[in-house]
């Protein structure tokens, strides 16, 4: 049974306010006041409410303002504004400030108990997410049974309490990298700090910069106010860059800097700003090749190197296959409300034998897609979406008369597919931004594709997409 949610009523008038916590205590609700967004944001802090109704004109600080600062503090925090002045401009612009929903006075008072039961019950999800995740992290991470499993223990075991020294994590796509790190994290002395994860694969090139030290307001079209960069997000904390050999070189030698120094520079700012946190980076490329053909910095390399740790791909350590199937399976089953026993001999033969080029993605992804078409207590091999026989046609030693018909044409396909890319990428001379408008996807999906098809190496010297 679930304690009554408590709301903040927030206006400078005490009729209006006496009005609203009626109509909230009548339906259950536990209510604060507040006569300004300055008193609100306090209050807010210190009562924590699962939900705050404010009015927009108030003196010190208005609703919208009041929004914004919340957002900052408790992004998960919905709140609910009321003008009597029903402005479309301010409505627009409340919920890009992060509203839950814009309302005129006077009120509908049954729209406003709906509205209000949405966002409670939409915070009460996400704060319940929140403490699963929690609970979760607390738990000891295995990586596996294998001795290469063992060795990934070893080395995090060995890293963890030195939070001075910077470790890289390479492997392939899909082996666990972040997870690695976030354990790492896990076992630090920094682990009541913030985990800050940068995708530097999926940063526009162009605001890269921005992203990572922050900006300064003016700095560039759009800056409209002053911007904390992740770095800084993640002082007394750990700040993992991920796909780091997608940075530019220009980006390189700043990251270099920021790191001697532990300080950053934001766009258009002059003064560095300082920051403390532990680095961990992880790529799916081999750097040091990217090293010796220049496209990757020494110097950096050397910096963030300092300690390597390598996650080798499934298909290397298949006893760790069924090990992580049955870690999936018991995820899928209480995420699905299923009680699936187990798989089937044929089953887990299957997935030993099948090549898993996504790895441990691809390999919960299959659970996941068998639990939920799954119509008996156990997984075999037809739900699971792969054979043993079919497995063997995965191997580059397979000759190709030998593959079945559907893997034959997936690989035809994703052979057309990285030429398309390709030959995209060359007529637009390396400019990626212009090659995801030719191609009518978006920045991100392309960039995914190139680092799926290995295009990332190719396209790395070309000239940076236009903002």
Known sequence: MFDPPIVLVVDDEPDMRWVLAGLFRDHGYQVLEAEDGERAFAVAVEQEPQLVVSDVRMPKTDGVALVRRLRERQPDLPVILLSAVEDLDTAVGAMKQGAFDYMGKPFDADRLLVTAERAVEQTRLRREVVKLRDRLASRTVRFGVSDAAAQIERMIELVAPQ???????SGESGTGKEVVAREIHRRSPVRDGP?????????????????????????????????QGLFRRAHGGTLFLDELGNLPLSLQAKLLRALQERA??????????????????????RLLEDVRAERFRVDLYHRVAEIAIEIPPLRQRPEDVAHFARLFLAEANAEMGRQIAGLDAAAEAALVGHDWPGNLRELRNAIRRAVV??????????????????ATVLSPETPPETRSLTERIRRATEALEARILEETLAACTGNKAAAA????????TLHRKLKRHGLTEATRTAPSPNP
């Open 163 to 169: 939070a001075t020294i910077s470790v890289l994590i």
């Open 195 to 227: 985990f800050v994860a940068v995708d530097c694969g999926a940063l526009p090139e162009p605001l890269m910069e921005s992203q990572l030290f922050g900006h300064r307001k003016g700095a560039f079209t759009g800056a409209d106010r002053d911007r």
């Open 264 to 285: 950053v520079v934001p766009v258009g700012g002059g003064e560095p700003e300082p920051f403390e946190a532990r680095l961990l980076c992880a790529t799916n490329a």
């Open 373 to 390: 078409l799954c119509h008996g207590d156990m997984l075999d091999a037809n739900g699971l979406g792969v054979d043993a026989a079919a």
């Open 437 to 444: 408008r030719a191609l009518e996807i978006d920045y991100t």
